[in-house]
C-alpha cells in the first residue's frame, strides 16, 4: 500500500491564480480531510469527507473547495490564490468511528502565494 | 466544542534527561487523545492515543501518556531522552462515536542537546 500521497510537494502560485492539490489513498478509508499547518498555529481543519459525495467544512474553509467523487480521491483547489495562504497542506484518512482509528498523514505540500 | 492547550512551545532537554511535553484539553463529552510526531519536512506519525481503558498509555519510541480525567491533561513522558527525539509533538482531541475529526494543540518543539 502507499498510504497517502500528495501531489505536488512544492508549488510557488501568484495572487489570483487557481490550483488543484490533489490526495490519494490506497486503505478503502472513509474518512479523509485536509488541515493546513502554520507556525505556532497547530494543524487547522479545512475541509473533511465522509465518504464519496459527502464533504463539510472544518475550522477554515474559506478560500477552498472540495470534491468526493471516489472514495480514494479527495482533491483540495484554491480558487483564487491569496497570500495568507500560503502553508503546509495535509491529507488525511482514516476508517470511520469517532477518532478510535489512526488517521494516516500524506507527506505534505509547501505552498507559496506571492 | 473541544480545544487542546499545550503548555510551551519549545522545550529544550540534555540527552538522558527526562522530557515532560504538557497537554491539557476540554470537552465536554469523553474524549480520545492523541500525541504526534513530527519530523522535519515530513508528515505526522502517531506516537500514542487514548480512547478508553487503561489510563497509562505506551506507544513508539518509548513514549508514553497518562490520561488523568480530574486534571484534563495528557501529558507525554520519555524517561531518558536522545538526539533523534528531536521533532515537533502535537497533542490532539477527538470527541464523538460519529467522525474523525482532530482538534490540534498548536505543538511544541522538543530539543535536545548533547
Known amino acids: 500500500n502507499a498510504g497517502v500521497t500528495q501531489t505536488p510537494k512544492f508549488q510557488v502560485l501568484k495572487t489570483g491564480q487557481s490550483m488543484t492539490l490533489q490526495c490519494a489513498q490506497d486503505?478503502?478509508?472513509?474518512?479523509m480531510s485536509w488541515y493546513r499547518q502554520d507556525p505556532g498555529m497547530g494543524l487547522r481543519l479545512i475541509h473533511y469527507?465522509?465518504?464519496?459525495?459527502?464533504?463539510d467544512q472544518g475550522e477554515v474553509p474559506n478560500g477552498y473547495n472540495v470534491s468526493r467523487s471516489t472514495t480514494e480521491d479527495f482533491p483540495l483547489r484554491l480558487l483564487s490564490a491569496a497570500p495568507s495562504q500560503t502553508s503546509v497542506y495535509f491529507c488525511?484518512?482514516?476508517?470511520?468511528?469517532?477518532?478510535?482509528?489512526?488517521?494516516?498523514f500524506g507527506p505534505g505540500t509547501r505552498l507559496t502565494v506571492t | 466544542a473541544q480545544s487542546v492547550t499545550q503548555l510551551g512551545s519549545h522545550v529544550s532537554v540534555s540527552e538522558g534527561a527526562l522530557v515532560l511535553l504538557r497537554c491539557n484539553y476540554s470537552?465536554?463529552?469523553?474524549?480520545?487523545l492523541f500525541w504526534y510526531v513530527q519530523y522535519p519536512n515530513q508528515g505526522l506519525q502517531l506516537l500514542l492515543k487514548?480512547?478508553?481503558?487503561?489510563?497509562l498509555v505506551k506507544g513508539i519510541n518509548g513514549f508514553e501518556a497518562e490520561f488523568k480525567k480530574s486534571e484534563t491533561s495528557f501529558h507525554l513522558t520519555k524517561p531518558s531522552a536522545h538526539m533523534s527525539d528531536a521533532a515537533e509533538y502535537f497533542c490532539?482531541?477527538?470527541?464523538?462515536?460519529?467522525?474523525?475529526?482532530?482538534?490540534f494543540g498548536k505543538g511544541t518543539m522538543l530539543l535536545v542537546s548533547p
Open positions: 488525511a484518512s482514516s476508517l470511520l468511528n469517532g477518532g478510535r482509528y489512526e488517521q494516516y
Open positions: 486503505m478503502n478509508h472513509e474518512y
Open positions: 469527507s465522509v465518504g464519496a459525495g459527502i464533504t
Open positions: 470537552s465536554s463529552v469523553p474524549p480520545y
Open positions: 487514548y480512547t478508553t481503558g487503561a489510563t
Open positions: 490532539a482531541v477527538s470527541v464523538g462515536s460519529g467522525y474523525s475529526t482532530l482538534t
